[in-house]
């Protein structure tokens, strides 16, 4: 398949999980890929392993100097920028809303939705002058319903839900399509941290236990949300815009 033929892409929070996933089929697929990430030994193994397709930026989304500085150097590598895969985010901690911690609530906002914010204020004029683009930002479950113990998580999953409407909406007469891709939970390191979290003497047990609860009996692999992004991403969604995709074995029915 060669969906992203002379297609340029950036993926932030490229190093691992989700965002490695979608990198890899990115580039199978004929992009030509800058990975953002804060983790550059991470960085540095997976573009050697990619080759001359991938490029690696270390950058902070939550700053917007360092959001010009990895979009200026995929302007320099490759002229244009036609998908934005932004994927970057923080778990924060678990506990009571009474009892969150006020500097992890201000840092979870920052990065998962400063970081969209920057992203989409230095996409959307670079893909309406180039005729067009999507962005296709990751948020959850969470952003659809509640879920306790998880204050910042779920207020910054739902507040990129409306930053996307928005988008949408000022993208549309530029052909710059926006989405959400809303995933249950999902085998990567993010669901340890929060399994831990939730019971540290037996995480193994909430991981079981949420895995039930969701009516395929199990988490999301890596690669199944990455088809979606992709999905969002190429052509083949080019009607598609303004939408939250749930990703989640039917999680969010219930």
Same mark, same amino acid.
């Given at each position: 398949?060669?969906?992203?033929?002379? #297609?340029?892409?950036?993926?932030?929070?490229?190093?691992?999980?989700?965002?490695?996933?979608?990198?890899?089929?990115?580039? =199978?697929?004929?992009?030509?890929?800058?990975?953002?990430?804060? =983790?550059?030994?991470?960085?540095?193994?997976?573009?050697?392993?990619?080759?001359?397709?991938?490029?690696?930026?270390?950058?902070?989304?939550?700053?917007?100097?360092?959001?010009? #500085?990895?979009?200026?150097?995929?302007?320099?590598?490759?002229?244009?920028?036609?998908?934005?895969?932004?994927?970057?985010?923080?778990? /924060?901690?678990?506990?009571?809303?009474?009892?969150?911690?006020?500097?992890?609530?201000? #840092?979870?906002?920052?990065?998962?939705?400063?970081? $969209?914010?920057?992203?989409?204020?230095?996409?959307?004029?670079?893909? %309406?002058?180039?005729?067009?683009?999507?962005?296709?930002?990751?948020?959850?479950?969470?952003?659809?319903?509640?879920?306790? /113990?998880?204050?910042?998580?779920?207020?910054?999953?739902?507040?990129?839900?409306?930053?996307?409407?928005?988008? %949408?909406?000022?993208?549309?007469?530029?052909?710059?399509?926006?989405?959400? $891709?809303?995933?249950?939970?999902?085998?990567?390191?993010?669901?340890?941290?929060?399994?831990?979290?939730?019971?540290? =003497?037996?995480?193994?047990?909430?991981?079981?236990?949420?895995?039930?609860?969701?009516?395929?009996?199990?988490?999301?692999?890596?690669?199944?949300?990455?088809?979606?992004?992709?999905?969002?991403?190429?052509?083949?969604?080019?009607?598609?815009?303004?939408?939250?995709?749930?990703?989640?074995?039917?999680?969010?029915?219930?």
């Amino acid at each position: 398949m060669s969906r992203f033929e002379n #297609k340029v892409a950036i993926v932030t929070g490229g190093a691992a999980g989700i965002g490695a996933a979608a990198v890899r089929r990115l580039i =199978d697929e004929g992009a030509q890929v800058m990975l953002v990430d804060l =983790d550059e030994p991470a960085l540095e193994t997976l573009c050697t392993e990619l080759g001359p397709a991938s490029r690696y930026c270390v950058a902070d989304v939550s700053s917007v100097e360092e959001t010009k #500085k990895y979009f200026q150097q995929t302007v320099d590598a490759w002229g244009q920028v036609d998908v934005l895969l932004a994927n970057a985010g923080i778990e /924060g901690v678990v506990a009571p809303l009474h009892e969150y911690p006020a500097d992890m609530f201000h #840092k979870v906002m920052q990065v998962n939705v400063e970081g $969209v914010w920057n992203g989409l204020q230095q996409a959307m004029p670079l893909m %309406a002058a180039n005729g067009g683009g999507s962005i296709v930002i990751t948020s959850s479950v969470a952003g659809l319903q509640g879920a306790p /113990g998880m204050a910042a998580y779920v207020t910054s999953k739902h507040a990129v839900v409306g930053l996307m409407r928005t988008a %949408a909406l000022e993208g549309a007469a530029h052909k710059v399509r926006v989405n959400t $891709v809303n995933p249950a939970p999902v085998e990567t390191r993010m669901m340890r941290s929060l399994e831990q979290g939730m019971n540290p =003497d037996d995480p193994t047990r909430v991981h079981d236990q949420m895995a039930a609860a969701i009516p395929f009996g199990r988490y999301a692999s890596a690669a199944e949300i990455a088809s979606m992004l992709l999905y969002l991403a190429s052509d083949d969604s080019s009607y598609c815009t303004g939408g939250t995709y749930t990703v989640d074995g039917a999680m969010s029915t219930g």
